[in-house]
């Protein structure tokens, strides 16, 4: 439902005739609050655990090493998008397959980078407050003694 909610918006992007003042205002006054509610309905039904074909993919076991490295992912890209939007210095044709191509290559190279930063920052540190954790936890047990 979502996604046809979005596509009915193309029909204001072609080229040539313009459809009637009308018919936009309508489609602006209505897309922004049956959107806001399909969104509800989708988290409502996610936090009620309806069962349905999105739960099952969105459950999917698969998501969860994509998932860790979503922090690792969020402080690489920019610095990537920068950095490569930045090197240029020559001015380009931009069409629909440069804009997909340079849009996959951004986020392969995005998730490769992630990947080594999380084995090699992130995991580490994680396993470090961990073991530092429990050890002060057990520290502090170890100093109460009991009585009897």
Known sequence: MLTILGLNSLVFLKDGEQV???IRLLYALFVKPVWGLLMAAFIFGMICK???VYR???EWPG???LVRLTYCSYNVH???IRYGFGADTQLYFLSDLHMLITTFGFIVLTFILSTVMWL???QPSNNLIKKLGKK????SEAGVKKIE
Do not use: A, F, K
């Open 20 to 22: 009637s003042m009308g």
């Open 50 to 52: 309806v069962e349905n």
């Open 56 to 58: 099952r993919i969105l």
């Open 63 to 65: 998501w969860v090493s």
């Open 78 to 80: 920019m610095l990537l």
């Open 120 to 122: 090699c920052v992130e």
């Open 136 to 139: 002060s936890i057990l520290d």
